[in-house]
């Protein structure tokens, strides 16, 4: 059975930092392209970071470029967001998803419908 679980979210100040992990079970995680999405209150799921099967090529979306990091660990079938110098409007719900597919079109889950997907992590960013 396919199951991404996510973690690391909690409550932290503006400028600092959290680490997100999506731990994969029932699949092996560097097959596939691994997405990051968020959604804030009243808004519309974003598409926010991807990393893309076997090469690694990352993705991000303009508004955390140069202050996320995405990485894999294949050894604990894991994927990670490194979020650097938050800001509040940062704030959301984080989950992970795939499509299964190798590459990151639509931040590796085209069609929302037919991903897997985590149950999500609540970042919130506030002093």
């Known amino acids: 059975q396919v199951q991404l679980v996510e973690s690391g979210g909690g409550l932290v100040q503006p400028g600092g930092s959290l680490r997100l992990s999506c731990a994969a079970s029932?699949?092996?995680?560097?097959?596939?392209?691994i997405g990051w999405f968020r959604q804030a209150p009243g808004k519309e799921r974003e598409g926010v970071s991807c990393?893309?099967?076997?090469?690694?090529?990352?993705y991000y979306a303009d508004s955390v470029k140069g202050r996320f990091t995405i990485s894999r660990d294949n050894a604990k079938n894991t994927v990670y967001l490194q979020m650097n110098s938050l800001k509040p409007e940062d704030t959301a719900v984080y989950y992970c998803?795939?499509?299964?597919?190798?590459?990151?079109?639509?931040?590796?889950?085209?069609?929302?419908?037919?991903?897997?997907w985590g149950q999500g992590t609540q970042v919130t960013v506030s002093s």
């Open positions: 029932g699949f092996t995680l560097d097959y596939y392209a």
């Open positions: 998803a795939t499509d299964q597919g190798h590459y990151c079109s639509g931040y590796g889950c085209y069609d929302p419908t037919s991903c897997y």
């Open positions: 990393i893309s099967s076997s090469e690694g090529r990352t």
